[in-house]
């Protein structure tokens, strides 16, 4: 056992510490102290180290624990008298280093605690050193001791918009105000402050709810050398808010300033829903970085193979967390709960959910314990969960995610929206499916039709204006020699790779941009838009971004001004189809009539007509809901040619106006239904590559 005092450390100062209690994990604040209680299993001794700052060489203080009067059943515990909010602490846990047990103990190493609810990273971390043996303590990253009840909320509550009505706009906090564009001074670019600036912005174009790419505190250089990590996939703390979001530099400030952010965003009728990571962790396979997990208990929090001495990788990035193993399973709901009850956040979209199925051996579980825990927990049941049903090892359960209550990505959404406006053939057909529900991935009888979180760009790919621009992806910045990123983007550059001068081949781009963008939100289902593609962000042909935190992954707040026609389009087509009870049904409709009395009827260029072979380029659909004003003619075009379509005929009195025509510029692409033109006769010509709506009103007159 190793128990050699490092040099220069203080001796322990054993007489005010008192034995503790072994709950809650973490580091609680008592009236007059701290309660620290971590759990380790197989160790020998728990030592607990109080440090002065983040870039202390030493720590200012060690707690050798008792295993007599500091440890309960697995948990070791001391309640030290004096210690306030702000304090910051570390773990050296001494135990066996013995692979073939799953034992990856190391005494010299300073370990995070799993609970901690915020972290201090000095001016001397180095994730390459971290990887190396020996003595970390100089460079290790810090726990700080946080009272989640010092906080005035001011009476916030959680804001539970419907699905029926949500928008959700999925965004990079540091990304959206680190521009120099953004308007904003130096301090606040990149932080969550600088968000709070921007919600008129969020508000005005009908978002609902945020979903912030990872907050969770994670390794900035977990990236390749040179880069940083700048999604954030890669966790180190699973409780605490990312330190590199703050606009100050005190170590409490972090969990204020993002509370501050979430009140902000409430205030504006806003969810916030987290994007949280508990598939994998930042200490990545057998070469990374001991920072917390692997020192306390390896083979509890991570699935690892005990034969091949390897860590199981079911995430794609070097471990699987053994999410349904008890303990980990416990952490997991304790920090849903916290999310919820102490940062006051509105819903999860969870990272790889479908890791969370697989058992403490990677095997698949019918009913995983975790998964139902979230599920059933009546802290949550407010709040929304959303599943990426996919792992990176090809379990695929879009359609099949377990439980009553998670949404889904749907990825097929995604690809058969792009197959259909991209002109490839087989894609009618699907596309039907598509834009009314999805019925033949969700099958189940009055399924929310809601639950299908759709998207046809999220961070993962091409943006919008790259989806339009490049025929192939360019990841030759990431330093992966372009192997990286996805090579099926069902993409189409209009015919010029990359940027162009050309204004009929912008014009063609941003026809389809918009054609996107009125399928996301004319179909059934919540739909997500991605951060920019409202004003044509580009990431220059990279569809694999993580490592890039620079001005190719920002938002170039000019592009505000430049495509101020494209946003007008895109907040008018968010008010139409969020207003209308036709695009927002609550089960997915099993045939000419939905649950709720809408009539639906399908056309091609003739009536009653819908062309549904594979060389079909085009489709047509009608809506009417026992509700005035409440009818709908929908006809999409990804043909090359101009069609003539049949119109629907009305009762008199009545009359076909055109809200949306993708083809048309700016002030006649989008029109308000009350000042929308008139559509005379009973044919509309569609121009190629387009999409028209619209709604049937009584006559207007003059």
């Not at 900035?220 to 699973?238: I, R």
């Not at 992954?553 to 430049?562: E, G, H, K, N, V």
């Not at 389009?569 to 036709?582: D, E, K, N, P, W």
């Not at 609550?586 to 549904?612: T, Y």
Request: glycine letters at 8%.
């Amino acid at each position: 056992m190793n128990r050699m005092r490092r040099a220069g450390e203080r001796g322990d100062m054993q007489s005010d510490v008192q034995p503790g209690k072994s709950y809650q994990l973490g580091a609680t604040v008592l009236q007059d102290g701290v309660n620290f209680s971590v759990y380790s299993k197989s160790c020998y001794s728990v030592e607990i180290l109080l440090f002065d700052d983040a870039d202390a060489v030493r720590p200012s203080r060690v707690i050798t624990l008792d295993p007599k009067t500091n440890r309960t059943f697995y948990y070791w515990h001391a309640y030290v008298p004096g210690l306030k909010a702000g304090q910051l602490y570390g773990y050296r846990v001494h135990g066996p280093f013995d692979p073939g047990r799953g034992l990856l103990y190391d005494g010299h190493k300073v370990l995070l605690d799993p609970y901690t609810k915020a972290v201090a990273i000095g001016r001397n971390y180095d994730r390459s050193d971290a990887c190396r043996p020996g003595d970390n303590i100089a460079f290790a990253p810090k726990s700080v001791v946080v009272d989640p009840l010092d906080y005035n909320w001011e009476g916030d509550e959680p804001v539970r918009n419907p699905y029926t009505t949500s928008v959700i706009y999925e965004l990079h906090v540091g990304g959206f105000t680190r521009h120099p564009s953004s308007g904003l001074g130096v301090e606040k670019r990149g932080t969550y402050g600088g968000l709070i600036e921007k919600i008129g912005y969020l508000k005005e174009l009908g978002i609902t709810a945020v979903e912030l790419m990872p907050v969770q505190q994670f390794d900035e250089q977990d990236a390749p050398v040179h880069l940083s990590n700048y999604w954030g996939y890669s966790p180190m703390a699973f409780f605490a808010p990312h330190a590199g979001y703050c606009s100050k530099r005190d170590h409490l400030s972090p969990v204020n300033e993002f509370r501050d952010m979430v009140k902000a965003l409430h205030r504006s009728g806003i969810e916030v829903i987290l994007d949280v990571v508990f598939n994998h962790t930042a200490e990545a396979g057998h070469e990374g970085p001991t920072f917390s997990f692997r020192g306390l208990e390896n083979n509890s929090y991570y699935i690892y193979n005990l034969e091949h001495q390897r860590y199981e990788n079911y995430s794609g990035c070097g471990n699987t967390v053994n999410t349904n193993f008890s303990i980990v399973r416990r952490m997991i709901s304790e920090c849903l709960r916290y999310w919820v009850e102490h940062m006051h956040v509105d819903g999860f979209r969870f990272d790889l959910a479908s890791v969370m199925v697989r058992g403490e051996n990677g095997e698949l579980m019918e009913k995983p314990p975790i998964l139902w825990s979230i599920e059933s927990d009546p802290m949550l049941a407010g709040t929304k969960i959303i599943a990426e049903a996919w792992d990176a090892a090809g379990l695929y359960q879009v359609g099949s995610f377990i439980g009553d209550r998670f949404a889904e990505w749907n990825s097929q959404f995604r690809d058969d929206v792009r197959r259909f406006v991209k002109g490839e053939n087989s894609s009618v057909y699907r596309l039907s499916n598509r834009v009314m529900g999805s019925p033949d991935i969700y099958p189940q009888p009055d399924r929310d039709t809601n639950r299908s979180i759709n998207f046809v760009t999220c961070h993962d790919g091409f943006t919008l204006q790259d989806l339009v621009s490049y025929n192939i992806k360019h990841n030759e910045a990431n330093a992966e020699a372009n192997r990286d990123g996805y090579d099926m983007n069902y993409s189409w550059n209009c015919g010029v790779e990359g940027p162009t001068d050309d204004p009929a081949i912008d014009g063609m781009r941003l026809r389809r941009i918009k054609n996107y963008l009125t399928l996301l939100f004319t179909s059934q289902g919540t739909p997500m838009l991605l951060m920019g593609d409202e004003v044509r962000r580009t990431q220059q042909g990279n569809n694999n971004a993580y490592c890039q935190d620079n001005e190719m992954s920002w938002f170039d707040w000019q592009l505000t001004q430049a495509n101020s026609g494209l946003l007008r389009f895109v907040q008018g087509l968010i008010r139409f189809s969020r207003s209308h009870c036709v695009f927002n049904l609550e089960h997915v409709p099993r045939g000419p009539v939905s649950s709720s009395g809408v009539k639906i009827a399908w056309h091609g260029v003739r009536l009653d007509e819908p062309d549904f072979r594979d060389d079909s380029h085009s489709l047509a659909y009608e809506m009417k809901a026992p509700v005035e004003g409440e009818h709908v003619f929908v006809m999409m075009s990804a043909y090359w040619q101009p069609l003539v379509f049949e119109l629907p005929r009305l009762d008199n009195g009545y009359a076909w106006y055109r809200v949306i025509d993708t083809s048309m510029g700016t002030g006649e692409d989008y029109c308000q239904p009350g000042q929308s033109p008139r559509v005379e006769g009973d044919r509309y010509q569609l121009q190629d590559h387009s999409i028209a709506v619209l709604v049937a009103h009584r006559t207007r007159q003059g």
